[in-house]
């Protein structure tokens, strides 16, 4: 079932107001509704759409102010937008320039009226085009309710303004004594989901270094995976950094790969991130990107195969072709050793005779030494060549053969 509002309603929200549409900052937080029934600029309205000069006209619109229909900002661009305050509005613009093939163009705007989602529909400022505010369901879809908004208006055969996609495009002030405002008007609940951007082939670099190729095992598990890397904007642009600082303009596709499963993928808004965080100042490094992709359960040791150890060479004997010789036989008599050459003789234990050794507590008496009284020991003194003759290691030396040395008193000449 469609849903329907009072139109007044809706259009009492607040919005930005910047000195002009050119002019993105400075902005003043003004009520829709009341500046929509403003005559404040009416006369410089009326001077305007008696200009016929473009240029001229162009730049009596460069001194009116302007307004955001769809948010509230503090600097006239998207990121800017202060959050929670969408009005739920999109508008539109209908310029005559892209809609030569209209031949009712003047009552254009009767037409647009029958539109139950159009809450407001008035001239422009030039007074040659036409512009209106429609209400959404959901600010988070904003482009995606204007893709379908303008798909609406090409199946009428009306080409509109690509620029309101745009949350923070602007819309110069303009007076319209009888513009068209029901007292309910429907919500506009289409939308259109972008299809889904096919992904980039990922390829492994030849002879990457250490550090690459830990990234990029870390992003081929990301694509196994279909996830991303960088859940909020910080960590998104951390990542960013990261790869810009490591690798520099070739981190671009690394970026792309790691940010190309999330929903909002984007591939223009993501160029033009990756070329902000090559311009940054900022400290991240690659250590910053694995500590991410370990938030997300991904390791990159986890990812590299150790290296094999290589197995050690075993030492193989060669294989003797010689044959061995036949064992030997065992015998146990002396006439079967001869008759049998070779063979080892091993009698039989119950023929030997066994001896019998009787334990003996005393030793006998010749083992005893005399006990002479009065003996004391006697130190006979030996020379040096008599030593030598007893001493049995010289002995084998032949020294003792040699002749004893008689010291004489003759003297030397």
Not at 80 to 99: C, E, Q, W, Y
Not at 286 to 293: A, K, P, V
Not at 298 to 306: D, F, G, S, T, Y
Request: proline share 9%; with cysteine; net charge neutral.
């Amino acid at each position: 079932m469609p849903t329907y509002l009072q139109t007044k309603d809706v259009l009492n929200v607040s919005v930005s107001c910047f000195a002009n549409c050119s002019s993105p900052e400075n902005p003043v937080t003004i009520n829709l509704f009341t500046w929509l029934k403003s005559g404040k600029y009416r006369d410089k309205i009326e001077a305007l759409r008696q200009v016929e000069e473009k240029e001229k006209r162009d730049s009596l619109k460069r001194t009116l102010p302007a307004i955001t229909p769809s948010a509230v900002f503090t600097y006239r661009k998207e990121s800017s937008m202060v959050a929670g305050s969408h009005t739920r509005l999109i508008h539109f613009d209908i310029d005559p320039k892209d809609n030569p093939h209209i031949r009712n163009y003047a009552d254009l705007k009767t037409q647009i009226s029958k539109l139950p989602f159009v809450a407001y529909c008035a001239l422009s400022a030039s007074g040659k085009g036409y512009w209106g505010l429609v209400p959404i369901t959901s600010p988070d879809r904003h482009s995606q309710h204007f893709d379908a908004l303008k798909r609406v208006f090409a199946h009428y055969g009306i080409k509109i303004d690509p620029a309101p996609r745009n949350v923070a495009s602007a819309r110069t002030y303009s007076y319209e004594p009888a513009p068209h405002m029901p007292e309910q008007v429907m919500v506009f609940d289409l939308y259109d989901t972008p299809p889904k951007p096919k992904p980039r082939p990922f390829d492994v670099t030849a002879e990457a270094d250490q550090e690459r190729k830990r990234v990029e095992v870390c992003i081929q598990e990301v694509l196994r995976q279909g996830t991303y890397v960088g859940d909020s904007y910080n960590e998104w642009y951390e990542v960013g950094c990261s790869l810009a600082n490591g690798f520099g303009e070739s981190g671009r596709d690394y970026f792309h790969h790691v940010s190309q499963n999330h929903t909002g993928y984007d591939t223009g808004k993501t160029d033009k991130q990756f070329t902000a965080c090559l311009r940054a100042r900022s400290k991240a490094t690659l250590g910053t990107f694995f500590h991410l992709c370990r938030q997300i359960g991904i390791e990159w040791k986890e990812l590299i195969p150790l290296p094999v150890a290589q197995p050690r060479p075993t030492m193989t004997r060669p294989v003797s072709t010689t044959p061995r010789p036949p064992a030997a036989t065992t015998v146990t008599t002396i006439a079967e050793q001869q008759a049998r050459p070779g063979s080892i003789p091993k009698p039989d234990e119950s023929q030997l005779e066994r001896l019998t050794v009787e334990p003996c507590d005393t030793d006998p008496a010749e083992c005893d030494e005399p006990e002479l009284p009065g003996a004391v020991p006697t130190i006979r003194v030996h020379s040096f060549h008599e030593w030598q003759c007893q001493d049995p290691y010289f002995s084998q030396m032949g020294l003792a053969s040699l002749p004893s040395y008689q010291p004489t008193n003759k003297a030397v000449d």
